[in-house]
């Protein structure tokens, strides 16, 4: 262990300012931070006059190591350099560092601490009044300093804020820690001072890291343009020595590149296969990863060869497609695809997705990956590796402890303990992953280079080639086209498709001179027939021959129905199946052409060339005419479709019209009967709202008529004994009684008041059938009196049906039945009852003004209702019927086939709209489902039907 030399003690006249203006002059003068740590302390313990002052910087995992240390003589013990565990600072301690700024100072011989915080904990606001509260230390912390031989303590901490983030919470870089052997208070003003020092310290650290962040930018940019330099400043591209260049910049034990084969040019040679570049260790590739055979490994030129008897792959050369790799959740696909664009695994051996891998790099040191997709405008094009080795680490601790168990009693001893890791793996720093990704850049872009060089390179290779091919082609394009517009133009001539088929397959026969030429149309599934063909001399004629479903085996349709051509030189030698062999035989086909016609993603037919009498081999132009001829046929039929399918719709479109015009009609009669039902709906309102209106006053008169009554009768009855005791009256009462005629007013005021009761009961009545007939509060089917709905509308034609002048009037004859509640739409059913008697009046009163009074008196004007309860009628249920027949002059046939249109009527001009019976007619069958029937014959009067039935059922007209 060794000592530092005694520093003099500071004079007791050098005050605080003298501290801190020496030490910002050191970190002005300096940016290397451990120069001006070594600075900090040295000032420290010559202001407090300590024994030990240091610096203790913490590690990411809270442990911690001495990095900065001055101390007096042999007082103390040196720890410079030394780590402690986590466990010897509490994490509550480290929290109240952040959170409070807290300082501690420790008086071992008093067993006393005192705190002083900044800042509250809870708010982290500034404390308006720093001071040191003292109380009682943990003995385990006495023990833990007693064993350093520390008497007293002061704990300054010293965070760290990072510019670059912009957080405002700043983070526990380290302790500025100042220990004594002897009892030695620290006053407010010390602690002041050295709270600003470690400030101090604090803004050095923020430039010391500025610093090192801009000699580690200005190393990056030197790395990459070297590797850049070697990818693209060269005459031809050294993707080996920028690997190995790559390779060292990373410390790695070796790499690969690998570049996989180019998907748009897979005919050029030297893009047709993967390739990789190795530098360095590289895995041992003749493990068994997944249980199959290896085969013995080669290396050729720095790419390696293996294969597996077990695993399918593609290229065995290569172990970036070996599927154990890909099962592993590691593939490089998967890795391109994923928003990391680097995969860094630090350790293949305790990562479960890459644990499976291991046993490849058992006999080497590789313990970690740096995996880089290279992509350009985003086309994959292979990977850059980096492979790692394991290395040895060496820590010294002040003391030795188990760093598996936590620690619950503090260490009696702090000699230095050595401990010694084998084969521990290194973390990939996030400065390196940045670099991987822009080098993995460089390296796509000069891959990508490399792939447009052969692609140029075999483009101008095959131009000259290609020219002599198209002039070749041009020529036997434009015998074809001569040849095409011939048959376009017989084609166009037409919109029969039987035609346009027979012209096709005429002119295809001439022009490849073939024994047969057909069009096969397709009817249903896979079966159709030969609806045309073209036969030379004596060959055997198709036409008409159905298809057999056998002939198209799936494979071939789906062909089809994707417009490929099939062409077969020679039937015998051919992949066809035996039965298709044989049925082509039979029809003496020995080479045939098979063109798909299409019609949108619908197969039509099929275009058929067939050599009967000699196998022939069919040229690419002769494939090409029959194509275009195949498409200008599916267009020729289509035309006809078209033309068939035009002439079929304008006749629908003419049948729409009609059905249209008779819809408008229609909508006319729905339109005036709606109009009518909601004059009648306006009409009920109003009537409902008059007997309302009516209703209240005549109560009130009828209530009080009674006490009139009774009042006028006790008047007289009083008055009657008056004349009794009193016979001789006073002569100006008997002028009085004469003058208003008394015993008259006697005897005819209860006949008056009588008459007026008489006359309110009528009003009410009145009142009582027009809410009746109006049913406003019962919108909805209910169960109702028929009979009291007939003579509320009876009431309500009243006027029309009492005598007049010159008039006897109307009998009315009725012959109501038992019957039972129907359950109907009430106001809609007086509506009815209404239509019917007006109607009925209506036809009366017109043949009466034709008559005389004697004739009206010898055959006087009658309405006949009558009910009737049916118990079982339509469907065994039980209806009712109403009958009303008037013995008016009565109708024709005619008349009585058109009753029920809307707008028909018999009337006078302004008599009518002609809806009613309409109306009616709606209300009984269609909203009750019941019966509306007519019976009349001239001369003999009108009878009219209505049946319904008795409770709600489904509706039927």
């Known amino acids: 262990m060794t000592f530092t030399k005694k520093t003099p003690q500071i004079p007791p006249a050098i005050d605080r300012e003298l501290l801190l203006r020496r030490m910002t002059n050191r970190i002005r003068q300096s940016l290397e931070l451990q120069e001006i740590l070594r600075a900090t302390v040295a000032e420290i313990r010559a202001f407090l006059g300590t024994d030990r002052v240091m610096v203790y910087r913490f590690h990411p995992d809270s442990s911690g190591e001495v990095i900065a240390e001055s101390i007096d003589e042999d007082r103390l013990p040196s720890l410079l350099g030394l780590n402690f565990p986590a466990d010897d600072i509490p994490l509550e301690a480290r929290e109240q560092f952040i959170k409070a700024r807290q300082r501690s100072i420790v008086d071992v011989a008093s067993q006393q601490i005192g705190l002083s915080p900044l800042d509250c904990a809870q708010t982290g606001e500034p404390l308006e009044k720093e001071d040191i509260r003292y109380r009682p230390v943990d003995p385990c912390h006495i023990e833990y300093l007693t064993a350093m031989g520390v008497v007293s303590s002061l704990v300054v901490p010293i965070l760290y804020y990072d510019v670059r983030t912009h957080q405002a919470q700043p983070h526990l870089w380290g302790l500025l820690v100042s220990h004594h052997s002897e009892a030695k208070p620290i006053s407010e003003l010390e602690l002041d001072a050295v709270q600003q020092v470690a400030d101090q310290v604090s803004i050095a650290i923020g430039q010391s890291n500025l610093l090192s962040l801009a000699r580690q930018q200005a190393q990056r940019e030197a790395t990459i343009n070297r590797v850049a330099t070697l990818l693209h400043a060269q005459p031809t591209i050294q993707l080996q020595t920028a690997l190995e260049e790559t390779v060292a910049v990373f410390q790695g034990a070796g790499g690969r590149i690998y570049i996989r084969t180019s998907d748009f040019h897979p005919e050029i040679e030297s893009l047709a296969h993967d390739r990789v570049y190795t530098c360095g260790t590289q895995p041992n590739q003749t493990v068994d990863l997944c249980g199959g055979n290896i085969v013995e490994p080669s290396q050729t030129q720095g790419e390696l060869s293996i294969s597996c008897a077990r695993c399918p792959i593609p290229d065995p050369r290569f172990i970036e497609q070996y599927p154990c790799w890909s099962s592993a959740v590691i593939g490089y696909p998967e890795v391109a695809k994923t928003a990391t664009r680097v995969r860094a695994i630090a350790d293949i051996y305790q990562d479960s997705h890459y644990r499976i891998l291991a046993t490849a790099f058992r006999s080497t040191k590789i313990r970690g990956l740096l995996i880089i997709p290279l992509e350009y405008r985003q086309r994959f094009l292979g990977y850059l590796t980096i492979f790692r080795d394991e290395i040895d680490t060496e820590t010294l601790w002040a003391g030795q402890f188990d760093p598996d168990r936590r620690q619950y009693y503090p260490r009696r001893s702090f000699e230095t303990w050595r401990e010694l890791k084998k084969g521990q793996p290194r973390n990939w720093t996030p400065q390196e992953i940045e670099l991987a990704e822009a080098l993995g850049h460089h390296f796509a872009m000069a891959v990508q280079q490399y792939q447009l060089y052969q692609q140029v390179f075999h483009l101008n290779a095959d131009l000259e080639r290609q020219v002599q091919n198209r002039t070749a082609q041009l020529q036997k394009s434009l015998d074809s086209a001569r040849i095409l517009g011939q048959v376009l133009d017989q084609i166009r001539s037409t919109l029969d498709s039987k035609t346009i088929l027979q012209t096709i397959v005429r002119e295809v026969q001439n022009l490849l001179n073939t024994d047969r030429a057909v069009i096969y149309q397709f009817t249903k599934e896979w079966q159709g027939q030969v609806v045309v063909e073209a036969v030379k001399g004596e060959s055997l004629s198709v036409l008409g021959f159905h298809g057999l479903k056998e002939c198209f085996p799936e494979n071939v349709t789906k062909l089809y129905k994707q417009a490929q051509i099939r062409a077969i030189n020679d039937v015998c030698n051919s992949n066809l199946s035996p039965c298709h062999v044989e049925f082509l035989q039979t029809i003496h086909v020995r080479a045939n052409i098979t063109v798909p016609i299409r019609m949108g993603d619908k197969l039509w037919g099929l275009l058929i060339v067939h050599e009967c009498n000699a196998p022939r081999v069919w040229q690419s132009y002769e494939l090409d005419l029959l194509q275009r001829l195949a498409d200008q046929a599916a267009i020729g039929i289509h035309q006809a479709e078209l ?255 058109r009753i029920y249109d809307p707008f028909f009527t018999t009337k006078e001009p302004g008599k009518g709209t002609g809806l009613g019976l309409a109306i009616s007619y709606q209300i009984l069958v269609e909203k009750h489902g019941g019966v509306l029937k007519c019976m009349s014959e001239p001369g003999n009067g009108t009878e009219f039907w209505i049946e319904i039935p008795i409770s709600r059922s489904p509706i039927s007209n």
């Open 643 to 897: 033309y068939q399918q035009t002439w079929v719709a304008a006749m629908q479109e003419q049948a729409k019209a009609q059905q249209l015009e008779k819809a408008l009609d229609e909508l006319q009669q729905t339109q005036a009967q709606l109009i009518q039902t909601e004059k009648m709906s306006s009409l009920g309102q109003l009537v409902a709202g008059v007997a309302h209106e009516i209703n209240n006053p005549v109560n009130f008169i009828y209530g009080n008529l009674i006490h009139a009554s009774q009042y006028t009768q006790d008047l007289l009855d009083l008055l009657k004994i008056y004349h009794e005791y009193y016979p001789d009256p006073h002569p100006a009462i008997q002028d009085k009684a004469d003058e208003i005629e008394l015993e008259f007013l006697t005897n005819d005021l209860p006949k008056l008041l009588t008459s007026m009761k008489v006359g309110a009961d009528r009003i009410r009545q009145l009142v009582l059938s027009l809410r009746n007939f109006s049913r406003l509060d019962q919108a909805e089917r209910k169960p109702v009196d028929i009979h009291e709905g007939i003579e509320s509308t009876l009431l309500i034609l009243q006027h029309r049906l009492k005598p007049k002048n010159g008039h006897p009037g109307i009998e009315t004859i009725k012959y109501y039945g038992n019957l039972p509640t129907v359950e109907c739409y009430a106001s809609q059913l007086n509506q009815v009852f209404m239509n019917l008697l007006s109607n009925a009046i209506d036809a009366l009163e017109h043949r009466d003004r034709k008559r005389t009074i004697s004739q009206m008196e010898a055959e006087p004007s009658q309405i006949t209702i009558q009910t009737q309860f049916i118990p079982k009628h339509t469907g065994d249920r039980p209806w009712v019927r109403i009958k009303i027949a008037d013995n008016g002059p009565g109708m024709t046939a005619d008349v009585i086939s």
